[in-house]
């Protein structure tokens, strides 16, 4: 959470402070959302693990804690100078958090 807040306090064009993010497309760059966030739920999973016992509990805490995070991070970009939030970023977001979820609940089942 600490490099995602990093890069989003970047004022104007993250493409003046990280060049390698020229090589992708727009497109490209939004669709990184979706790993960032799946990473970041799984995070929370992991972390949750010793709290929540009951697969159900931790999934949705995961998942809840993460989307908090990206409604955080996507409304302090609004404060920065040449950002911007998105809902278009948020729902990335969510869809990266809910499918790395999915595949864990699913492999946890399938393993236990």
Request: proline letters at 4%.
């Given at each position: 959470m600490a490099?995602?807040?990093?890069?989003?306090?970047?004022?104007?064009?993250?493409?003046?402070?990280?060049?390698?993010?020229?090589?992708?497309?727009?497109?490209?760059?939004?669709?990184?959302?979706?790993?960032?966030?799946?990473?970041?739920?799984?995070?929370?999973?992991?972390?949750?693990?010793?709290?929540?016992?009951?697969?159900?509990?931790?999934?949705?805490?995961?998942?809840?804690?993460?989307?908090?995070?990206?409604?955080?991070?996507?409304?302090?970009?609004?404060?920065?100078?040449?950002?911007?939030?998105?809902?278009?970023?948020?729902?990335?977001?969510a869809l990266?958090?809910?499918?790395?979820?999915?595949?864990?609940?699913?492999?946890?089942?399938?393993?236990?």
């Amino acid at each position: 959470m600490a490099a995602l807040f990093y890069v989003s306090s970047i004022p104007g064009d993250v493409m003046e402070v990280a060049p390698g993010f020229r090589l992708l497309t727009p497109t490209w760059q939004n669709l990184l959302h979706a790993p960032v966030y799946g990473g970041l739920a799984l995070s929370w999973w992991w972390t949750l693990e010793t709290q929540l016992a009951e697969k159900k509990s931790r999934l949705i805490a995961a998942f809840t804690l993460t989307m908090i995070y990206g409604l955080v991070d996507e409304t302090w970009q609004l404060y920065i100078p040449g950002r911007y939030g998105s809902l278009t970023d948020l729902a990335l977001n969510a869809l990266g958090a809910a499918i790395a979820l999915w595949l864990v609940a699913r492999h946890s089942t399938h393993h236990s």
